[in-house]
């Protein structure tokens, strides 16, 4: 079983949030995750992300791979996810 790190879309029609999770990588987008990591907000005036690094960071040592989009989204916010890859 290989492990992803990606997102998770939640919301209304046209009023989308991300919900960045840890999933098997079979799953669907919107199936059961193992664990929640944080969220992402692009339609607010002000783009929010929360992420909770060391929950991340351990999820990276245990062989957990980033999703194209998550990488993107932590370059961009300066969380820096080349640093915490192994």
């Known amino acids: 079983m290989s492990v992803k790190i990606r997102l998770k ?7 989308p949030y991300y919900r960045i999770v840890v ?3 079979m799953s669907p987008r919107d199936g ?9 907000h692009p339609v607010e005036k002000q ?3 929360k992420i ?5 960071k351990d999820w990276i040592s245990k062989g957990a791979i980033l999703s194209d989009t998550v990488k993107m989204l932590l370059n961009k ?4 996810a080349k640093s915490q890859e192994v």
């Open 23 to 25: 999933m098997n990588s």
């Open 32 to 40: 059961k995750a193992i664990e929640e990591l944080g969220y992402y």
């Open 9 to 15: 879309r939640m919301g209304a029609k046209k009023r």
């Open 52 to 56: 909770k690094e060391d929950r991340m």
């Open 47 to 49: 783009k929010q992300i």
């Open 77 to 80: 916010n300066n969380l820096n």
